[in-house]
Structures are given as C-alpha cells and as structure tokens.
C-alpha cells in the first residue's frame, strides 16, 4: 500500500498487490473501448464493484467517480481515509457522504450503504488517471412495501409496463419492473418472511453507446444509457419495489453420533438445548441519536431478520402499506435488511438476535445510555425531574429507618434501665 498527491493536493490511497502472488488479472485483457457495465440495486444494500481487469504490470489501482450528467472535469479519484482496509460496520454512520462509506479491498471498491446519490459513473484505473474497467451504478430507491400472503403464477411473472411514442408503432422506449427471485424463509421453527425485490428497467433502441455491449437494449431506469430526453418521464414513474410474504419453516437440525446423544441424554441435555452457538457482539450508543445495526457476513441477496428478545421484528407490521419516501417509523428494518433506530431511545437496550439465510447468525447486546450534547446541562435532561423525585424517595426512607433505629435503641435503653430499678 503506498500514498501519492494528485493534482488537487489530495492524498490518494491505494492497494498494492503482493508481488510474490501470482496475478489473477494476466490473462484478461482490457477492452479496447472503455464501456460502463450496468448495475443496479435496490437502496441500503452494501455494493462491491470488483476491478475484473488491469494490465499485468499494475500493481495498485485508484478508483474514479462522477455523477451521470457531470462532465469529465468532475471525476474525481476515491480517498480511502482508512488505508483502504475493511470498515467496521459499527463505525459507518447512517447517512453521509460517500467519501465516510466505503473501502478499497483487493482491487474491490466497497460502498456501504448505498443511497441514490450514490449513483453515477465507477471507473478502476491507475494513478496515471488510465482507465481499464468502469461501472454505470445505479441506486434505486423502494418507494412502497407490498405484502403478499402468497406466491402465484400471475404475481411471478409480474411485470409493469410503460411505453412512450411519437404516434408511430414502435414506442421510443419501454418501461418495466423486473423482479428477482423470492429469498429463503428468514427463519426457522417460527413463522418467518420472503422478499423479492423489484427493479425498475428501461427497453430501448436508442441506448447510448458507450453504456451498453453489442446487441443490448435494456438499462436500468437511472442508468447513464437513457437519453436526456426520457429523463422527466423516467424520474416520475421509475421506482424500486419491494414485496413481502409470510412463509414458516422447520428448523434442520445437524445429524449427531449415537454416542453423542446418548452423552448429552446421561448429563439431562435433550435436543433442542443442543443449539448452534453464535457469536456474541457487545454495542454501546447515545440515546436519541440514528442507530444502524447490521448483520455480520451478509450480503444484498440474502434473507436477513431480526429479533428483539424474544420478539420477532416483522417487516408487514411497520411498513405494511407505507410509502418508504415518508417519515419511516422509529424501528424499522430499511430496505437493506440493517435495523434502525431513528432515533435510539435508553429503552431499547437489550438483547438483539440476527438471522441470516434462516439461521441465527449473532447475537448483540445493546446498551443505550442518556448523552448530553454541547450546551445541555443536567438540569435540561428530560429523566432530571424523575431521578431528582427517585433520590429524595430514597433519602426519605433512608432516613425513616435511621431514625426507626434509634427510637428502637432508646426504647430498649429505657426498658433495661427500668427493669434495673426495680430489682434494686
């Protein structure tokens, strides 16, 4: 890893490979003609953007970015202000700018929560400022949640279609919602969820070139490749979809020895107290401040769940019906599976359990405590009245045994010396 200044006095990190490695990237050649691939997700998820080729000689790469309409004088190169190595999840504020969300990892640009602005142009190159392989990214954002009690023939092949013409037979485009494939059950041995996400795409003719391959004429609907000229009509209609189902699973339990069992029978374990263990992660945070927590090891096409103790957090109860662009509730589970807290409040520390692919796959133990910003003083707390009112209650008491014991005392000094008195 090593560090350089480009033009504009800003440091540039980038990753070195180890030259001892052999190099994955000597046998693909780099397109002539640089071209942007499309790729599209649904907001909140975490994108890499693998760099899938290079000249062999390369050892390091910079990453490039720039909004669709900017021109090249505004690409910039990425500054990776954590030498370029994995972020913790935990240290990723909620909402920010992209320069906080994301990571270089082995040549792999990370974004982190990605949000609509995000969208734009991704270029790998040198720091030369050499191109070799690009990106057009597209962030879409989930207007509505839909629940769907059940799977059937008509909503799988479910498609939404716009199209827009000069009064000739051929529209000038299509506009559809392409959806992937339903998740596993989130959980297992109670009822758990599914979800699909819905993609907003664009069939036309008349795609830019230079962001798509030969013969293609479909682009997602924020895409580069769709002309000026769709663009009011594309920002007005086009939306993400995300739909929800209910779907209760049995729980696969892990074949174990005769020997095993009959052990765990003689020491009183039966086969439900034998469960996987998870890792355990400890969290403390602010009070009224934005909380985001993640689920370790998971991945945008994965089924992620939460639970609040033993209480199961369900999609359809608190964003059933409700357009995401609204003022969501204060717990959520935002469209890329992390639970949020907006804002965190003291009573919602606990224990927090996370599913993945229908198996618990951690547990965390938040602790939520009262933080006192610049300028606030005990006094201004909303708890102060409530803790004063608590002090006194047990000062009071305090104070009422003390003196119950020395009424005690003096009263058993009386009785001793009046009993004294009267044998003399």
């Given amino acids: 890893m090593f560090a350089l200044t480009t033009g504009d006095g800003s440091l540039v990190l980038s990753y070195e490979a180890p030259e001892d490695k052999q190099d994955v990237f000597a046998g693909k050649a780099c397109p002539a003609f640089l071209t942007f691939i499309n790729a599209a997700y649904l907001a909140g998820v975490t994108v890499e953007l693998p760099c899938h080729c290079k000249p062999e000689q390369i050892q390091s790469v910079v990453w490039f970015f720039r909004k669709h309409l900017g021109g090249s004088k505004e690409t910039r190169a990425l500054t990776d202000h954590h030498g370029n190595s994995l972020l913790d999840l935990r240290s990723v504020p909620h909402s920010g700018d992209l320069r906080s969300r994301f990571s270089i990892r082995l040549f792999s640009l990370l974004i982190f929560r990605a949000g609509p602005d995000d969208s734009g142009i991704y270029i790998c190159g040198s720091a030369h400022k050499d191109f070799f392989y690009g990106y057009d990214l597209d962030i879409q954002e989930a207007r509505t949640l839909s629940f769907t009690p059940r799977l059937t023939h008509e909503s799988r092949s479910k498609k939404k279609k716009e199209s827009q013409g000069l009064g000739s037979s051929q529209p000038l485009y299509q506009v559809f919602t392409s959806f992937r494939p339903w998740t596993v059950c989130d959980r297992c041995g109670v009822p758990g969820e599914q979800v699909r996400v819905g993609l907003c795409y664009v069939h036309s003719l008349y795609l830019h070139v230079r962001y798509r391959r030969a013969n293609q004429t479909v682009a997602s609907c924020g895409s580069g490749a769709v002309p000026k000229a769709f663009g009011q009509l594309k920002q007005s209609r086009a939306g993400a979809e995300l739909e929800v189902k209910s779907c209760q699973v049995t729980c696969q339990t892990q074949a174990t020895s005769s020997k095993i069992r009959s052990l765990m029978a003689f020491l009183g374990y039966n086969s439900a107290s034998s469960s996987v263990e998870v890792p355990v992660f400890y969290l403390s945070h602010p009070a009224d401040r934005v909380l985001t927590l993640g689920c370790p090891g998971a991945h945008p096409n994965m089924a992620v769940a939460w639970d609040q103790g033993t209480k199961p957090i369900y999609r359809d109860e608190h964003l059933a019906g409700r357009n995401l662009s ?78 119950l014991l020395l009424l005690g005392r003096a009263v058993f000094r009386h009785l001793r010396n009046t009993a004294e008195t009267h044998l003399d």
């Fill in 326 to 403: 609204t003022t969501p509730p204060r717990l959520m589970i935002d469209t890329g599976h992390h639970l949020v807290f907006t804002p965190a409040k003291t009573q919602d520390s606990g224990n927090y359990y996370c599913w993945l692919q229908g198996q618990q796959a951690a547990e965390i133990h938040l602790l939520v405590y009262a933080h006192l910003g610049r300028g606030q003083s005990v006094t201004s707390h909303p708890d102060f009245p409530a803790a004063i009112k608590t002090v006194l209650k047990s000062y009071a008491a305090m104070t009422a045994v003390f003196c």
